[in-house]
């Protein structure tokens, strides 16, 4: 392959046509995600082994991590209590140490006697003996061009490749490298001191040195943040461009809306509503995210909010990802907006299609003041007279283009107000990776007579005590949820497990008034079942998630999570939020397999948690939603925990190099960067900004391709 161009065809090229490679090879690499010579530069090594100099076996320690080198002398297999062990001794010049797997005899004929062997694994020493356990292994052979002497890269690997392989192919490449363009300006690497892209690809790859290695690694970090950053910066300036509304939310305004709420507005919510109106009051659209923990109270403000947009003559939206939380926010904002004069509908998937013909007509019209809806908001027949304000509520569950449908349904040219919501906890870093091009507001305090939530974890084999704990509870004129175990794979099973939990516990508790909740029922029946639960004729609500978000009971003090582990942290969170509304002490009890005891250490691998335990570690340690926002990350990811593939953010999954939790000093570094030149020159016409607008058109392309 013609490599002396350095430019983009010899880095799209596939990497069949690479020396070493060939079509069997390419199709290994296909499986890790590499099809070109791009793609495999940007296939980094998982860590680093420093073969500049090894351990010597006689000087090995218990429990640590060791890199040795030496040669295979023997080997043996033994068969213990259903178990095949095999171990493979390697010598060096101070002595020797067995390498041991269990259950992978094939080891044997892997590493016959005379093999030259680098091993990396956990040392353990017992009575003078020295082995490694389950080791990882290289040959070393005089093919390898960077194996030795030098610190070496590790990469992850699939079926029919090998580190000397991906490691011959990459240093090879070396060479283009040094030809590539640097997309970020000179002026930029300056600035925040960093190595330009030849370095830091040969640093990362190949490091001379730690320092080497520390310095590619920050500017590869710094520079997939800044593309991000870059991105949401030209979608914030291009909204901002745009004409708004310029609404008056004058002393009148704020007085009704005191009238209207029950409640004293918290310190927290009045900053937060202080700081929209600002944003209302611009000639520029309103792009707000407002994030505040379970029972913050979020749906106050955005009532308020919306008070102040019909009271200047614009309708209102807003939108919910479920019909569930939908109707609780229509339920509760009618119960409000009714004694103004306020017209609210709900515009739902379910209900006859005479009834969504005459919401859509209202719409139209004008007469509805504000609306609120699912996914069958932004539907093409769905028009408004004139919108002024769009709410998304649980935004990480909306993609980028569902929000803009609602948003871009304002009248002509003017663009409505956009407040999103979530109440799932985002560490700031992440909020501003998600987010980027969105201000964020924080209500950061609970109101006020709120009582902390006491969590629990019982084994599964202690129900009876968890019974017993219900029985003491409602006794004393208190109500309960109960969520069934969760079944991903269907909702019709899910809805059937709830039906036959609710049948268990009537037999339970024959005296007490057993309530049953689930996706698959039919809208009237469902609000019909939490207005009986809001008024106190139902004691224990038997439920699926669908009461994972909006639901407000105050008398409801206790609540039962089964099979606990089954579910992740945020959404673990978000039930528990279902309680400690009113005055009295409240409890969620989570119940679980015996093997998710957060209180036994090494039931995993034996030594770290397994993931279920962790959860229920957290859960019981912590109520703070940050917190758990920030160990669910650890545990699962972004792309996991936000949904962040399948809803826009494909930015996130770009992040190869970049953690959005470790790395949060470059973020903030990269975004304002990123605000300063988009500010200054918004299309990047500048001749210094030519790589970063092919690069911002590329990411655009990928985005595209990713929600198409």
Known sequence: ???????????????????????????????????TVRD?????????????????????????????????????????????????????????????????PYMVKRFPVGTHLV????????????????????????????????????????????????????????????????????GVRERCALVDLPVALRDIHFPETWDACDAARRRLVFEELFRV?????????????????????????????????????????????????ADMEAPQPMHRLLQGDVGSGKTAVAAAVALAAVRNGYQ??????????????????????????????????????????????????????????????????????????VIVDEQHRFGVLQRQSLWEKGHGAIVPDLLVMTATPIPRTLALTLYGDLDLSVIDQLPPGRQPITTQWFAATDRDLVFEFLRDQLREGRQAYYVCPLIEESDALYAEAAVAKAEMLRQLFPERRIGLLHGRMKTAERAATMEAFRAGEIDLLTATTVIEVGVDVPNATVMVIEDADRFGLA????????????????????????????????LGDGQSLSDGQRRMKVMVETTDGFQIAEEDLEIRGPGEVYGTRQHGFEAMGQLRVANVLRNARELEEARAVALEIIEADPELRHPDHAGLRRALAEAECAAAVVVG
């Open 119 to 186: 091993a990396y694994g956990k040392v353990e020493r017992r009575f003078g003996a020295v082995q490694i356990l389950n080791p990882e292994c290289e040959v070393v052979t005089g093919n390898d061009l960077a194996g030795m002497g030098r610190i070496v890269p590790i990469y992850p690997l699939t079926e029919g490749l090998s580190q000397q392989v991906v490691r011959n192919v990459l240093f090879s490449l070396m060479e283009l490298t040094a030809k590539m363009p640097d997309p970020l300006p000179a």
């Open 571 to 602: 959404q673990l969170h978000q039930l528990r939020g279902r309680v400690g509304r009113g005055t009295h002490r409240s409890f969620c009890l989570l119940i679980t397999d015996p093997r998710s005891n957060p209180d036994v250490p090494g």
């Open 229 to 277: 950053q870059l991105r949401l910066a030209a979608r914030k300036v291009a909204a901002a461009s745009r004409p708004g509304i310029a609404f008056r939310v004058g002393e009148e305004i704020l007085a009704e809306i005191g009238e209207m709420l029950p409640f004293e507005l918290t310190p927290a919510q009045a900053r937060v509503l202080e700081e929209i109106r």
């Open 40 to 104: 495999l530069l940007w296939h980094l090594p998982r860590r680093y082994e420093d073969r500049r100099r090894f351990s010597p076996v006689r000087l090995l320690s218990h429990g640590a991590a060791a890199l040795v080198s030496g040669r295979v002398t023997g080997a043996s297999t033994e068969r213990r209590r259903g178990l095949v062990i095999t171990r493979v001794l390697l010598v060096d010049d101070s002595g020797s140490a067995h390498l041991t797997w269990y259950n992978q």
């Open 316 to 389: 209102a939206a807003l939108m919910a990802p479920t019909e569930i939380l939908a109707e609780q926010h229509f339920l509760n904002l009618e119960r409000l907006f009714r004694p103004r004069g306020v017209m609210v509908d709900l515009l739902t998937g379910s209900g006859g299609e005479r009834d969504r013909d005459a919401v859509r007509n209202r719409l139209r019209a004008g007469a509805t003041d504000l609306v609120v809806g699912t996914h069958a908001l932004i539907q093409e027949d769905v028009g408004f007279s004139r919108l002024g304000l």
């Open 1 to 35: 392959m013609g490599h002396a161009t350095g430019g983009a065809t010899a880095l799209d090229s596939p990497v069949q046509y690479l020396k070493g490679v060939g079509p069997r090879r390419a199709e290994a690499f296909e499986r890790l995600g590499v099809r």
